[in-house]
């Protein structure tokens, strides 16, 4: 065996890549983020993990609720700089259009292909970071994105993180049916 | 604003597919999951979500540790295998070689380019699955994975999944700098 070790500082591979939207002091800020998973199936809760000092960690507190956004490719740009600048320093207020949901308080970003809005369920704390848990009350899309009334990938053209190595990358091509591919594999072994 | 609404049982797009190792009575067994995400930076943590009544489940509870491997695609059918079949119906032990690292217990596997090994910190549990917070005790992997002493997502060659069409999808190219591509920008709004 020849395994190289690569020590505990290690990220998932890779990580989805969306924008956390939320109001602090009643102006619209965002995060990127790419620590983020579903945390229950029902009812519906998703996890996102933000650095105890961060400026949304105030607003989520403030406000109870948050977007998630997961942004094509062609927002690459404004998406890494909303995850340099931060919202103590810099008025990120102004570099999306917005629109409201369910609960009002929630900014989603108009020009991003997917966007959860989120009802603040709970926060699990941890030494470095806070998980903020929410429930999805509703979730947007736009018509050019879904396939057969299923979102698609390949039209919504979301990107990727690697870490240490700073990436961001494309999706590729679909290769497989889940919960197929291993049919046959699963019939041998009954 | 032609947005569509498509409720609120929506999923992360794409997620990253990791199989989780486990011993469950003083055997390994093994599940596909894709929810997952780092939720501390100092000390590295890492959760990992489960349905409560899975196998897996019972295991990491016996042994306080476990494992998180990112195949490749070359592994697509045997991922999508123990996705499907239950350890407690069908014996998944000899489906991999193994390899076992500091803590002893948690079963890792051999063909995976990724494997990170881990200790069980604590358990979220929410109302239909559990996220089972584990500390990274090491990771694993192999030179012909490494570029100048990174993972190289390329020669990794994961794959993703995307529910509820069910899609597993290759990772395209590295389109952009992390922490780069925002800078013009950054400096801009300064």
Redesign the interface.
């Known amino acids: 065996?020849?395994?190289?070790?690569?020590?505990?500082?290690?990220?998932?591979?890779?990580?989805?890549v969306?924008i956390i939207g939320v109001m602090v002091d009643e102006k619209p800020n965002f995060m990127t983020l790419a620590?983020?998973?579903?945390?229950?199936?029902?009812?519906?809760?998703?996890?996102v993990?933000i650095?105890k000092t961060h400026h949304t960690a105030r607003g989520i507190r403030q406000t109870r609720s948050f977007s998630v956004n997961?942004p094509g490719?062609e927002l690459?740009?404004?998406?890494?700089?909303?995850?340099?600048?931060s919202g103590k320093n810099?008025d990120k207020s102004a570099l999306f259009d917005l629109?409201f949901g369910k609960t009002k308080s929630a900014p989603l970003i108009?020009q991003c292909p997917?966007c959860?809005e989120c009802r603040l369920h709970g926060i699990?704390e941890?030494?470095?970071?806070d998980?903020f848990?929410g429930?999805?009350?509703?979730?947007?899309?736009?018509?050019r994105f879904?396939?057969d009334g299923?979102?698609?990938?390949a039209k919504?053209k979301?990107?990727?993180?690697?870490?240490?190595?700073?990436?961001?990358?494309?999706?590729?091509?679909?290769?497989?049916?889940?919960?197929?591919?291993?049919?046959?594999?699963?019939n041998q072994?009954?």
Request: aromatic share 12%; glycine share 6%.
């Open positions: 065996m020849d395994k190289v070790n690569l020590g505990s500082q290690i990220f998932v591979y890779p990580m989805p969306a620590w983020l998973t579903r945390v229950n199936l029902d009812p519906p809760l998703i996890g993990v650095n997961f490719q690459i740009e404004k998406t890494d700089f909303v995850g340099m600048a810099i629109f108009e997917l959860l699990s941890f030494p470095t970071n998980l848990v429930e999805i009350v509703e979730s947007y899309t736009e018509d879904l396939t299923k979102l698609d990938l919504m979301p990107f990727l993180l690697t870490m240490p190595d700073n990436g961001y990358w494309s999706v590729g091509e679909r290769v497989a049916r889940a919960w197929e591919a291993g049919k046959a594999l699963f072994k009954q």
